[in-house]
Each structure stands twice: as structure tokens, then as C-alpha cells.
T-cell receptor
């Protein structure tokens, strides 16, 4: 069964600290992996999209990594800000075109 | 570029009542999606349109949910009659096409509470 599992389920960090969110997937065949940020009461917004051949991609303070061999991805947030408080969703697109969503990691950044 | 517009933002109804949600995608986007997102979970695809045709509605509870995209532009999603378990955020998204690699743009969603 095609699945996307994220960890941790929730995370609290202090402003200015770094953090890393994890995503494991079993989707096969695999086309690309996306990370989305979803603020409370808003729709998901794309942060990064990586294909099979890409190992890392950055978007400002967000850096995503992908290991297609182990089917693992991570999202690293550097120097966190209060505005980083949100849910982060890992999404895998298979060769059918369908998006398979993880359940998300809820990040809370405290001052 | 204007985003995906959805209305209303919030809706509270009693069980067994009906409700409708509206979505206006990004201009020129051929593909439109409706997702259901229950609190604490990732979005679940309800229906996918390519222009005004249905591509995938395999997870749409067709006994109570219906959707249409007349003229291939905006779309409505209807629930009739609503159940308590339909309480969720209903997200509309659009993309230029349905193939691999297209970016999705999501609306802010409609939060439905069924009491």
C-alpha cells in the first residue's frame, strides 16, 4: 500500500533554534516528493519539490533532502522564526500523478 | 496572479441539512481538485476534474456528495444530507495540468462544522 509517514507528530522549539522533520514513504513507482507548509486556517503552500535525481533543495531557511534509495526525506528549518509555526506536510506523487499526503508535523515555535 | 478562491470560509449546519461550497481556480488551470481534510490529518482527494470532465471520483461518497465544474472553470461541491463525520476543512486546488510534476495551488478552504 502506498503510504507516507511523518515524524514527529508535533514539535515545540524555541525561536532561533534549528529543527528537522522526517518523512518516510513506500510509494512506488515514485515521481517526486513535495513539502508543503500549512498555516492554521489556510491551505497548504508549496515549499519544495524534488524528483528522483535530486538530493537536496533549498527555499530560504528551508532545506529538503531526499534519499530515494531508503525512501526517506527530511525538512530542515534553520534559525526558526515565530512565523514558522504551522503544519508541515510531506507529499509524494507517484507515476499515476496522484498525490499521497502524509498526516503532517505540527511545529510550534515559542519566543 | 490571483490565487484559488473559495467560499464560504466557515459554515455551521445541523446534521441532515445540505451545504454547498464554491471554488474559483487560477485562470487557465485545467485541473481542479476537491480535498477533505479532517483535523490532524493530511488532505484526502474527493474528486478531480480535467476541464469539465471527472478524472477521479473514487473516494467521493456519492450517496451524499456531488460536485460539478460546468464550463470548465469554477466548481461547486455539495453535501446532502450532511453527517457529523463530514466536519472537516474542504480544500480546493488547481494545477495547469494533471501530469507529473505540475505544481498545485490550494485555496484557503471552507471549514464545515456539522452539529
Amino acid at each position: 500500500k502506498n503510504q507516507v509517514e511523518q515524524s514527529p507528530q508535533s514539535l515545540i522549539i524555541l525561536e532561533g533554534k534549528n529543527c528537522t522533520l522526517q518523512c518516510n514513504y513506500t510509494v512506488s513507482p515514485f515521481s517526486n516528493l513535495r513539502w508543503y507548509k500549512q498555516d492554521t486556517g489556510r491551505g497548504p503552500v508549496s515549499l519544495t519539490i524534488m524528483t528522483f535525481s535530486e538530493n537536496t533543495k533549498s527555499n530560504g531557511r528551508y532545506t529538503a533532502t531526499l534519499d530515494a534509495d531508503t525512501k526517506q526525506s527530511s525538512l530542515h528549518i534553520t534559525a526558526s522564526q515565530l512565523s514558522d509555526s504551522a503544519s508541515y506536510i510531506c507529499v509524494v506523487q507517484g507515476n499515476t500523478g496522484k498525490l499521497i499526503f502524509g498526516q503532517g508535523t505540527t511545529l510550534q515555535v515559542k519566543p | 496572479e490571483a490565487g484559488v478562491a473559495q467560499s464560504p470560509r466557515y459554515k455551521i449546519i445541523e446534521k441532515r441539512q445540505s451545504v454547498a461550497f464554491w471554488c474559483n481556480p487560477i485562470s487557465g488551470h485545467a485541473t481542479l481538485y476537491w480535498y477533505q481534510q479532517i483535523l490532524g490529518q493530511g488532505p484526502k482527494l474527493l474528486i478531480q476534474f480535467q476541464n469539465n470532465g471527472v478524472v477521479d471520483d473514487s473516494q467521493l461518497p456519492k450517496d451524499r456528495f456531488s460536485a460539478e465544474r460546468l464550463k470548465g472553470v469554477d466548481s461547486t461541491l455539495k453535501i446532502q444530507p450532511a453527517k457529523l463525520e463530514d466536519s472537516a476543512v474542504y480544500l480546493c486546488a488547481s494545477s495547469p495540468g494533471a501530469g507529473i510534476g505540475y505544481g498545485y495551488t490550494f485555496g484557503s478552504g471552507t471549514r464545515l462544522t456539522v452539529v
